[in-house]
């Protein structure tokens, strides 16, 4: 199986994040703690919602369906070890929730791709998925 590297797999995950990021940086430059019109403090949360909706879309529907943007962008796929299928929205939710195993080792999780035979991170290992090229 050919595994996608290390670095196709931070780039995928930067290409994910982008939008969320540029979502919850225009609505806290609208109306951040520092607002002070109260009346558009609900913008606030329209885009930290709107955030949320793309991440949910994004990570766990097209992540399910084998491939979110970034992963379509960088030409690799999200499958489960086992079958090789995709993992489907349950199964790519919970791969996210084990993130925080990787994240909470001192994010030393995320650098298992570099040693890894098979290129997983613990939540791979956890969830039984792998990320392979396309």
């Known amino acids: 199986m050919n595994y996608a590297s290390w670095p196709v797999r931070v780039g995928a995950a930067l290409v994910d994040a982008i939008p969320a990021v540029i979502l919850s940086g225009i ?4 109306a951040g703690p520092t607002a002070d019109d109260p009346s558009i403090g ?3 949360y329209v885009f930290a919602l709107l ?3 793309y991440t949910v879309f994004n990570r766990w529907y097209l992540g399910g369906q084998g491939a979110s ?4 962008a960088l ?3 999200l499958i489960k070890e086992q079958t090789g299928q995709p993992l489907g929205f349950g ?7 084990c993130h925080i195993v990787d994240t909470i080792i001192c994010y030393i999780g995320y650098l298992f791709p570099l040693w ?9 290992k956890i969830t039984g998925s792998l990320v392979v090229k396309a």
């Open 69 to 72: 943007l970034g992963k379509k």
């Open 116 to 124: 890894d035979a098979k290129r997983q991170t613990l939540a791979d």
């Open 51 to 53: 955030s949320l909706v």
């Open 75 to 77: 030409g690799v796929r």
């Open 42 to 44: 609900p913008l606030y």
């Open 27 to 30: 609505g806290y430059l609208i």
């Open 91 to 97: 199964g790519a939710f919970v791969r996210d929730i």
